[in-house]
């Protein structure tokens, strides 16, 4: 996948299909819209390419984007791995924002053919959302592409969003938020020194700082499952299992909301490493204990508990796996 730093940087003569949106999180709903894009491209001879921005539209229009729910980076990749041959990371400004449908899809079309666009039907482009799917079918047809709408995927009642999966997950509702997201949800973050607590108490643990506010599920104990290294977020070099705590420690001195991880079977030195930690399940809501001594004693019941919870979750995905043997899986469509 090409990635680009604005519209302009698309390869002059090249015949595309594009779909325009922020795609925080990458959920079942965007996935949908992306194969629809690639189907489309396929269909059509055109190149898959997907317009989002950088910062967050919110950002300038609201003055406050919404925490994160996939890091940037692992966007990129996933978008790779949908199977998108450009992405455009268009810088989002108050003039961007002002632009009509007319000026951006021209923009589009300058030096390269616009072989259509795929939208959902709640999706809009230009100043004050005036460019609807109706709206640019209508262009469509002057200019000379096309307009595939798709439909939204619905789950419990409504639509897929990525402010539902973040109310979700502010809730403690992590099955709720995973079964949107279609994958556990998770947070990357730089590790940083902390007052070394937890190494005293006999559990070391990663505490994590993060570029930009990211969505994280509610205060709580977690068992984990942490990623790091490797060429980008789906090709990790490591993966360790843990357990995490996630909140302001109020067994101690109460801070800040800290993400501190223990990892099981790791001893590196991963200062300044990102890692990417995957929320499992939520063992336990955070609670004061009366001594450091009562603390450790409940921290050896999660440790166990993640362990089991990891065990049972390989152990799953083991008898889950086809049989190596097997042909190949046919689709009775």
Avoid: K
């Avoid at 390869?11 to 595309?16: D, E, I, K």
């Avoid at 709640?122 to 439909?151: C, M, N, Y």
């Amino acid at each position: 996948m090409q990635v680009h730093g604005a519209i302009e940087d698309l390869p002059a003569g090249s015949r595309l299909a594009v779909t325009v949106g922020v795609f925080d999180g990458l959920h079942r709903g965007h996935l949908r819209l992306l194969d629809r894009l690639v189907r489309a491209a396929a269909r059509w001879g055109a190149e898959a390419t997907v317009v989002t921005f950088e910062p967050h539209p919110d950002a300038v229009l609201r003055g406050a984007a919404p925490p994160l729910l996939c890091d940037p980076a692992e966007r990129l990749a996933r978008l790779e791995q949908a199977g998108v041959q450009h992405a455009v990371l268009q810088r989002f400004d108050a003039a961007f924002a002002a632009q009509t449908p007319e000026a951006f899809v021209d923009r589009l079309r300058l030096g390269r053919a616009l072989a259509g666009l795929v939208m959902s039907p709640d999706s809009a482009i230009g100043r004050g959302r005036a460019g609807t799917p109706d709206r640019l079918r209508d262009l469509g047809r002057e200019r000379g592409f096309r307009v595939e709408v798709v439909r939204p995927v619905e789950r419990a009642g409504a639509l897929v969003s990525a402010s539902r999966i973040r109310a979700a997950l502010a809730a403690g509702r992590l099955p709720e938020a995973r079964r949107m997201l279609g994958r556990d949800p998770a947070v990357t973050g730089r590790v940083v020194r902390g007052d070394a607590r937890g190494r005293l108490l006999g559990y070391p643990t990663a505490n994590l700082a993060f570029d930009a506010p990211v969505a994280l599920p509610a205060d709580g104990i977690y068992t984990v499952q942490v990623t790091w290294g490797g060429p980008d977020a789906l090709r990790p070099a490591r993966t360790a299992g843990g357990v995490a705590s996630l909140g302001v420690r109020p067994t101690f001195e109460p801070g800040e909301r800290t993400l501190e991880v223990h990892l099981f079977d790791v001893d590196d030195d991963l200062y300044g490493e990102r890692l990417r930690v995957g929320f499992l399940r939520r063992q336990r809501s955070e609670r004061r204990f009366a001594s450091a001594a009562a603390l450790v004693a409940q921290m050896d019941r999660d440790v166990a508990r993640a362990r089991r919870i990891l065990e049972g979750r390989r152990s799953w995905r083991d008898s889950a796996r086809p049989d190596d043997t097997a042909g190949p899986a046919r689709s009775r469509g």
